[in-house]
T-cell receptor, first 115, second 112 residues
């Protein structure tokens, strides 16, 4: 199946700094990518929908200035957590839509810890 | 908007027994219902899906049933094995939209 790669898998940062997470579709063009947040033992909460070449669409309650999403190419979307605080610590997962099957493919996830 | 509920939150079964996980949804316009398996620290992976024009779909030990009228669908795993232990998420969306609302997850433990 198609592969979505996410980097970094783990990141620790100080409060107030910004962190960028990359999501790449390796063998297909993902016209749409999604970003989720997953709390421990909880479900995947959709944060935003990212379309190549246009502004991301954010879900209700998600601060767009806090979570900057860029989808500059058909194979790369980035999520930047700006001025991170401890409450931003979480597991962030991306997914890409596309490929031959129309299936949604998930990245490995990135665990962010803000000290 | 769509609301998805999933039960049970945890499920323990003896190896070889069957496991059933149920999800209900609220939006009758939803027409695509995938199930994902997520092992600890790994990415969710699609294990089976069903569209609204089908009532049941089976793939070896895994099956999904859909009741559109009642707006619920279920995952059935037969002859469970220890490697089936994971968290299972149902999702609800529209065919081709990829924008899914996920259930709260079920932690399945298969006891050897």
């Amino acid at each position: 199946g198609a592969v979505v790669s996410q980097h970094p898998s783990r990141v620790i940062c100080k409060s107030g700094t910004s962190v960028k997470i990359e999501c790449r579709s390796l063998d297909f063009q993902a016209t749409t990518m999604f970003w989720y947040r997953q709390f421990p033992k909880k479900s995947l909460m959709l944060m935003a929908t990212s379309n190549e070449g246009s502004k991301a669409t954010y879900e209700q309650g998600v601060e767009k200035d806090k979570f900057l999403i860029n989808h500059a190419s058909l194979t790369l979307s980035t999520l930047t957590v700006t001025s991170a605080h401890p409450e931003d610590s979480s597991f962030y997962i991306c997914s890409g839509a596309g490929g031959n099957t129309g299936e949604l493919f998930f990245g490995e996830g990135s665990r962010l810890t803000v000290l | 908007g769509e609301n998805v509920e999933q039960h049970p939150s945890t499920l323990s079964v003896q190896e070889g027994d069957s496991a059933v996980i149920k999800c209900t949804y609220s939006d009758s316009a939803s027409n695509y219902f995938p199930w994902y398996k997520q092992e600890l620290g790994k990415r969710p992976q699609l294990i089976i899906d069903i569209r609204s024009n089908v009532g049941e779909k089976k793939d070896q030990r895994i099956a999904v049933t859909l009741n559109k009228t009642a707006k619920h669908f279920s995952l059935h795993i037969t002859e469970t094995q220890p490697e089936d232990s994971a968290v299972y998420f149902c999702a609800v969306g529209g065919v081709g939209t990829y924008k899914y609302i996920f259930g709260t997850g079920t932690r399945l433990k298969v006891l050897a």
